[in-house]
C-alpha cells in the first residue's frame, strides 16, 4: 500500500509563514514528480506547484515568489514553504506524487488526505 500524509497545516495570520511536509510510504519502486494541490471553500482544486526527481520546479502565478517547494528524495518527502501568506491562500492543501509501486509496470498518481491551512487574523 503507498500512503501520501501531509503535515504541516494551521492557523496563521497575514503575512506569517508555514511549512507543509508530505511524506509517502509503503512499497515503492520510484516516485517521479511530486507537489502540491489546493482546494479553497466553494472552489476547484487547483495546482500550487510541482518539482521533478531531479529538482526542477513550476509554480502557478498566484504563489511565485512566496511560495517554494523542495524535495528529500531519500526520505521520500517533499515540502511546501509558504512565506508572505495571503487570506486568499486559505485552503486545503493536498500532496500529490506520481509513484510506481514494486512490482507494477507504471506510475500512477497517488494524494493525500489534505491538511488545511487558514490564513486569517
Known amino acids: 500500500q503507498v500512503q501520501l500524509v501531509e503535515s504541516g497545516g494551521g492557523l496563521v495570520q497575514p503575512g506569517g509563514s508555514l511549512r507543509l511536509s508530505c511524506a509517502a510510504s509503503?512499497?515503492?519502486?520510484?516516485?517521479?514528480?511530486m507537489g502540491w494541490y489546493r482546494q479553497a471553500p466553494g472552489g476547484q482544486r487547483e495546482l500550487v506547484a510541482t518539482?521533478?526527481?531531479?529538482?526542477?520546479?513550476f509554480y502557478a502565478d498566484a504563489v511565485k515568489g512566496r511560495f517554494a517547494v523542495s524535495r528529500d528524495n531519500a526520505k521520500k518527502t517533499v515540502y511546501l514553504q509558504m512565506n508572505s501568506l495571503k487570506p486568499k491562500d486559505t485552503a486545503v492543501y493536498y500532496c500529490?506524487?506520481?509513484?510506481?509501486?514494486?512490482?507494477?509496470?507504471?506510475?500512477?498518481?497517488?494524494w493525500g488526505v489534505g491538511t488545511l491551512v487558514t490564513v486569517s487574523s
Open positions: 500529490n506524487a506520481q509513484i510506481r509501486p514494486y512490482f507494477v509496470s507504471s506510475s500512477r498518481s497517488y
Open positions: 509503503g512499497s515503492i519502486a520510484s516516485i517521479e514528480h
Open positions: 518539482i521533478t526527481t531531479p529538482g526542477n520546479t
